[in-house]
């Protein structure tokens, strides 16, 4: 089993930014992909970023230029750096890992991200 523990959300200006950390722990030798997702009352979660053990980075169309997603795979821990800040960021942000070992995906409980306008 994995355990994933979000950290670093909250409220913020728009324009603002804010840093999130998920921290993985338990039996980790087999994560592969890491990522965020993100979800906002009334939709559907959506992708925001993801990174792979060798770096290689996804993101989803509405936040490039602006998030940047980065990863320590000796901690385990992989982050996302959010820039610019609008109000339709507003969500909970959600880290997944895939467990290729064991074909599973685990999931955090989410962090509240709220960006005032």
């Known amino acids: 089993q994995v355990q994933l523990v979000e950290s670093g959300g909250g409220l913020v200006q728009a324009g603002g930014s804010l840093r999130l950390s998920c921290a993985a722990s338990?039996?980790?030798?087999?994560?592969?992909?890491m990522g965020w997702y993100r979800q906002a009352p009334g939709k559907e979660r959506e992708l925001v970023a993801a990174i792979t053990t060798g770096g290689i980075t996804n993101y989803g169309d509405s936040v490039k230029g602006r998030f940047t997603i980065s990863r320590d795979n000796a901690q385990n821990t992989v982050y996302l750096e959010m820039n610019s800040l609008k109000f339709e960021d507003t969500a909970v942000y959600y880290c997944?890992?895939?467990?290729?070992?064991?074909?599973?995906?685990?999931w955090g409980q989410g962090t509240q991200v709220t960006v005032s306008s």
């Open positions: 338990g039996s980790t030798a087999c994560i592969s992909v």
């Open positions: 997944k890992a895939r467990d290729w070992g064991r074909d599973a995906d685990y």
